[in-house]
């Protein structure tokens, strides 16, 4: 692993995540949300905030695919996984590393949607709002950031970096 420049350290995303995990204690107090994990890049955060929320919690995973090894969407989506979960009737919470594009997140959401669940909120750890193309609502977010291309604490290029403990902005020359 070659070194790169730390956009976000640690314990600045320790300190984050666990607000994020007293805000959404609050919010859903006397409820049991279910957590959604969009594997893969989430794995980290989604077991960090989970952890710092004092509530009854039900955990559920689903797999998408957009970025097949580049460091720019391809802009098309797939979710990977069949998606049998019926979230009628439950308060889900989609946990995501990070909005990019939104096209991933607009594409669950609708599939979610169908299940008729009884409330949908996001939590993303960062959001990179000025790559939008699609206009989503994320209901918590942990950082904004700049247009760079990030990796670390889940977030990976071609598969690696996801066991960085920090967020890094991946060294130009690794990118093929
Ligand atoms: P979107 O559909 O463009 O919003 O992209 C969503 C997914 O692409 C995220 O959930 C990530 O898995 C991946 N992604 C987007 N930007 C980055 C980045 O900077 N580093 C690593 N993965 C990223
Ligand atoms: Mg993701």
């Given at each position: 692993m070659s070194p790169m420049k730390i956009l976000i350290s640690e314990s600045e995303i320790q300190d984050r995540v666990r607000q994020l995990g007293m805000?959404?204690?609050?919010?859903?107090?006397a409820r049991i949300p279910t957590l959604v994990c969009v594997l893969k890049g989430s794995i980290i955060f989604f077991a960090?905030?989970?952890?710092?929320?004092?509530?009854?919690?039900i955990c559920e995973f689903v797999q998408i695919?957009?970025?097949?090894?580049?460091?720019i969407s391809s802009g098309e989506t797939n979710l990977v996984h069949n998606f049998k979960t019926?979230?009628?009737?439950?308060?889900?919470?989609?946990?995501?590393d990070i909005i990019d594009t939104g096209l991933s997140l607009t594409l669950l959401i609708e599939e979610i949607q169908r299940t008729a669940p009884a409330s949908l909120k996001v939590c993303s750890l960062?959001?990179?709002?000025?790559?939008?193309?699609?206009p989503v609502q994320i209901d918590y977010v942990g950082f904004e950031i700049d247009d760079h291309f990030v990796v670390g604490y889940g977030l990976d290029y071609a598969q690696k970096h996801r066991n960085l403990p920090h967020v890094a902005i991946l060294d130009p020359s690794e990118i093929s």
């Open positions: 805000e959404i204690s609050q919010d859903y107090h960090d905030v989970m952890r710092a929320i004092t509530l009854d919690v695919s957009s970025y097949a090894n580049k460091s019926n979230f009628k009737d439950t308060d889900i919470i989609i946990v995501e960062l959001n990179k709002s000025s790559r939008r193309v699609k």
